[in-house]
């Protein structure tokens, strides 16, 4: 195969949607500078209730896969182990807590390029509301509020180990929000600004709807966006997720999408295979990937990383409910669910979206992105007689990645979708 | 006299953890008493012990992980993965029930591949212990909590537990923690008296046998211990702290003792925090045993705290015992050690105390690179 | 009059010091070895009196460190590698904080206070990945001599991006990176890259207080140590002869015994 010349169609809302990241960075030392008390978080969407708080935000996610999609992250991992932590732990969590200790002064970037990247405003508060089973953002938040000595507000949706669980968790997670609340009016020493946050869920229900439009014209064969290109978006639904704009944003991507659609352009020049990718990305070799799989004319159309875990239930959003409509988001979602429901789940997707393989995705430090990996793998194959692999790497620490290694396993995926008569 | 009771009661206590899950069956066999495992750390197995059933703290066993290689990655933790092998092996299968504490992703990830993999086996339960300890209603949550679980112990014994029934398991609970802590004492003043791996064993008979039967035999030793004459203690004296959930493996229990030094007390799991803690009787059962698990004395790392404490805990305990210096022992892939482990040095650095860290692994690999590091170690503090 | 050695028994090198009385080297010795045993230990040891015209009675005590050190029953005491190359470099280098070892087949960063005491140290040694092992592996895929690997590496403008985790990897990128058509010189310069990010990661769990000294046989290596010294901002100490460093210390501790110094 001729893997030089083929290179995936890049989208031009894509970088317009970095530019606004970048942007958003700028804003919150802004903000900082003006004396607004600071927000750390981990997870999603509970953070969501800061912003009704009137509180800037840096979301750890947001920031480190953008810094790793660029290189960038190797002084917060330099200085997470000089502290004493093993590469065996959450990427992102390592290097959220490296970033902490360099802000706090307690590791020295002089030596390092474009160290002002770095020098991010002190949080007054962190938050963490991890995705559905991660148990290490606790660990992630207690560590970084405890290099501040700042208080740390925890909120984690019970799991539905039956299917009956489910009402009693929202209600639990809508006592988790108001203790939430209750800290923020501690923090600001301000009621809670209830019609700022029915603002913010109003702009958040509008991006997310659209986001999940574009992901479902990617059913469209050839696939008009990847999911490369939905994980190089993911900013209005994640980092900047709630803030003015993101809407308009992705009004705009949307019509471009559209647009591909009507004219049968895809996302990759020749496309011959539909992939589906679990786990989370690795961030470190985003345009690596994607050219990797474009010039060997696969298009991976969804992935739980886009489609599962960034507020996957739009049509639970109701602006004047905001704290029901993040329970749901944390707890009415596959993720929140055994095995079982997960492999019944994927599966619907696998075929809505005509996949002929799954990529399981090994983002090894992060085991709550790929526990699953073996049910999905044995379960959802089996139920639609198409093959599998898995992909070393991580989500953020390039050493776990091998570039010869994912390129034989690629090829060795396509070789077999093409032996069952696909492709 | 007293060195042949002693004597007796380790060989016995040795024999229960040795292949447990072989021994816990013919026990069950035996006695056609319904027995319940517990996955680490914490759970009040009062309340199963109160419904008439045995409860038993699951452990690592010695086997290498072949099926499990299938079912869960090589980067989880020794003991997730030993529980899914030995499961999916049928090892597990005399199980009368399963509960599964939600104290890491790698424990949720053992319950969810059980509950795949044997959906008929037996009932699997979740408990869901609030995590964070800081919170104001974590009392109510906790109660909630634990009565959700008393209700899903009721149906797997198909008795209620009454408060008589629970009150009776507490005390006993409390005595054999009174006589482990009794043990424990006579370790500390006796530093050389026995080796670290058979002080390891005394712990997980506990965990493996009648809380009845363990009491009746730890009176026992404690008569023969007394009787002793252990030799003196010189030398270097260590702290070891940290394995969570599972015991070191005995290679490396031994290998620490074989460098000269003397484990002179613990944090394990399998040790001293298994045993430290009491349920207070003044309020009812149920109180009694909220009470217990939110007892913030000693650091539980796998809950949140706000504020991570382990460290200076760490300072204490070794200060107190007189320890020449730490070895933190962290099983390799554990989140909530690794994650605590640089605050436990920045404070045993910030108190002067000298110590090493080792990671260890299921398979004892490279014990030749740990010795060298350990005597590396110790020649440090010469 | 009585001399003190030291014998350091590594993966494939046997490397033996002689120390007078008065502390002055006497002679040393390095064998290459194909096995890690006694033998190799004795070996090293009577060429290295042969050439001090001495013989094996003239020692008064010997310490053996290293992988192989527990082999030599003729040693009075064997100490560790971590506190040979720690007193060994501290000789060579009075005030040394950092030690950086890249053996055959580990690698270790020991950290020492002011006065050649050791405080902290991180090891490897499970995994071949950055040590001398790795080299000659990736030497081995490009057909490329050993010793001109640093040479070569130094002549890249673009090294080739390359695992550090795994040895087994590596090699697979390099061989794939051959088939690709990148130059020999990017891909050793990779190779040197993925070495110094792996001891970078070790220095920073033990911790970097300059002046760092270098030791071992990879220590040679001149693309290695540039590499260590870019990503450690600090200028890399390599001794004249960096393989026998270990056994230099060793000597030192056996010369304590005897009283000498």
Known sequence: MDHQEKVPNRLNSVSKIGNMMLASFEDIKRQAAEGKKMVWANGLPGFLLARGAGLPVLHAEGLIAGLAAKGLVKPLQDAAEAFGLLPDGCSYARSFIGLARIVNGDYSIDTYPNAELYRLPRPDVYINVPGAGCGTGRLWGDSVASIFGIPAFHMEPRVNWEVSDLEYNLSDMIRQERQFIGLLEKVTGKPYDWDLLEEVMGEVKRAVTLRYEIMDLCKNIPAPASFFDMAASIGPVCHLVGLPGTGDLLEEMKREVEQRVAEGIGAVPRERFRLYWNGIMTWPRLGILGRKFASMDACVVAGAYTHLIFLPRPERIDPEKPLESIAYNLCEVLLNYDYAANVEGIARMCREYSIDGLVMSETQTCRASNSSNFAIMEGVARKLGIPATTMGGDSCDERFYSEAQADTRLQALLETIEAGGKG | ?382 | MKVAAGVDIGSLTAKSVILGQDGKMAAYRVIQGKIVDENAAKASLEQALEEAHLDRKAVGFLVTTGYGRNMVHFADKSITEISCHARGAECLHPGVHTVIDIGGQDSKVIALDGGGRVVNFAMNDKCAAGTGRFLEVMAGALDVPLEEMGALSLGSDDPASISSICTVFAESEVISLKARGRSKVDIIAGIHEAIGRRMHSMVNQAGLTPPVVMSGGVAKNVGVVSVLERLLATPVIVPQEPQIVGALGAALFALDRIGGG
């Open chain 2, 1 to 382: 006299m007293g060195e042949s009771t002693v004597s007796e009661v380790l060989d016995k206590f040795r024999g229960v953890i040795e292949k447990p899950y072989e021994k816990l069956k013919q026990w069950k066999d035996a006695h056609e008493v319904k027995v319940v495992g517990c996955s680490p750390m914490h759970f009040p197995e009062e309340m199963i012990h109160a419904a008439g059933m045995l409860p038993v703290v699951l452990q690592e066993t010695e086997e290498p992980v072949t099926e499990g290689f299938s079912l869960v990655h090589p980067f989880f933790c020794g003991i997730t993965r030993n529980i899914i092998d030995v499961g999916a092996k049928g090892g597990l299968h005399f199980f009368d029930g399963l509960i599964f504490n939600d104290i890491c992703i790698q424990s949720r990830n053992a319950a969810f591949t059980l509950k795949r993999i044997l959906p008929e086996a037996f009932p699997l339960f979740l408990f869901q212990f609030p995590t964070f300890q800081d919170r104001e209603t974590v009392r109510e949550d906790a109660m909630r909590e634990l009565e959700k679980m008393r209700k899903n112990i009721e149906n797997l014994a198909d008795r209620r537990i009454d408060e008589g029934d629970l009150a009776r398991s507490i005390a006993l609970f409390n005595q054999n923690r009174d006589f482990l802590r009794r043990f424990h004492d006579w370790c500390l003043r006796n530093p050389r008296g026995l080796a670290f791996r058979d002080r390891q064993a005394v712990v997980r008979a506990s965990m493996l046998t009648p809380k009845e039967e363990h009491c009746e035999l730890m009176a026992s030793l404690l008569k023969g211990l007394d009787q002793m004459n252990p030799p003196s203690f010189e030398g270097k004296g260590l702290f070891v702290s940290g394995h969570l959930c599972q015991s070191p493996k005995t290679a490396i229990l031994d290998l620490i003792e074989g460098t000269g030094a003397t484990v002179v007390d613990d944090d394990l799991y399998t040790g001293y925090r298994y045993y430290a803690l009491d349920a207070g009787t003044e309020a009812g059962p149920m109180e009694a045993i909220t009470g217990r698990m939110l007892d913030r004395s000693i650091p539980v790392p796998t809950r949140s705290e706000g504020v991570l404490r382990w460290g200076e805990y760490v300072v204490e305990r070794a200060k107190y015992c007189r320890a020449q210096g730490v070895v933190v022992l962290i099983a390799k892939y554990c989140e909530p050690h690794l994650f605590q482990y640089p605050f436990i040095k920045s404070a045993l650095n910030a108190a002067g105390i000298p110590h090493i860290m080792l990671e260890t692994e299921p398979e004892v690999v490279s014990l030749e690179g740990m010795r060298t590091r350990l005597q590396a170690f110790l020649e440090m503090l010469d």
